[in-house]
């Protein structure tokens, strides 16, 4: 079956881009267009492969097909690099990964590899329970993740695992823990989360004090910098990598761990295609052995 590009293009378009008016305009056409191609495309494969929805968003055959798409321009990338012997070619890849994996260990193991194989990186931050569903999408070729068992056609490595602590400053556990992290304490003192699919500070007081989510006040404070800064500053508490914290010396009003005895370890996991251009193949081997090195 041969596949006619200018439809798989429309297709791509759409499905990244999220409408026929955007995927249009990038490609140059009107929306009509864009749509009767996406069309001969399914009747040719037999199924639907977008949900006409705001936003579009592709089908099961759709993410399966936008995966293929996305591995053959990778693979054709470098090939074409290859044969032309041009060093200087770049090669584009997309990754998902959470905020803390960004802020703490990937750049410090990737920097080196990145800056000699000329990757240029497409990076979506998202929390570590839901980057898999991007790769699922075919959005990314390669993401990191809290889910253990790899999706078909594609393989899974275990990188470490990131500890967190429970922080505070000084002075915020002075306010709202005078007689430490009890369940009617934590019932009034305000947590900062990175946003509403944070799950870890959430997941731990319901686990340790019974309390579930909504049962206390929430800041969110996306990104590390961000709420790393918010902890310090007094506006709540949160769970922290601990990687972070011998970086950290404020003696004006230091930061302490509300549950010394009860850290949260996180194991983090390396999902990408089984088949993979050899620039991404090497991103994978330096991820996996770099990782492995820096988390516990």
Known sequence: MNLDPRQTDAFQAVAELGSFERAAAKLRLTPSAVSQRVRVLETTLGAALVLRSRPCRPTQTGQRLLQFLRRAQLLQADLEADLLHAEGTSLHVSVALN????????????????????????????????????????????????????????????????????????????????????REAARHAPVIAYTRKDM???????????????????????????????????????????????????????????????????????????????????????IVEATRKILS
């Open 99 to 182: 905020s803390d994996s960004l802020g703490t260990w990937f750049f410090p193991a990737l920097a080196s590899l990145l800056i000699k194989e000329r990757i240029i990186l497409d990076l979506i931050v998202e929390d570590q329970d839901h980057t898999y569903s991007l790769l699922e999408s075919g959005m990314v070729a390669g993401c990191v993740s809290t889910v253990e068992k790899p999706m078909r056609g594609c393989s899974v490595a275990k990188l470490g695992t990131m500890r967190y602590r429970l922080m505070a400053s000084a002075s915020f556990r002075k306010r709202w823990f005078p007689k430490g992290l009890t």
């Open 200 to 286: 870890l500070q959430s997941s731990f007081l319901l686990s340790r004090l019974g309390l579930s989510e909504g049962a206390y006040p929430c800041h969110y404070v996306p990104g590390i910098e961000a709420h790393f800064a918010a902890v310090r500053h007094g506006l709540g508490y949160a769970m922290v990598p601990e990687w972070l914290l011998s970086s950290i010396d404020d003696e004006r009003d230091p930061l302490v761990d509300l549950a010394q005895r009860h850290p949260t370890d996180v194991a983090l996991y390396w999902h990408t295609w089984n088949v993979q251009a050899p620039r991404m193949e090497r991103m994978s081997r330096q």
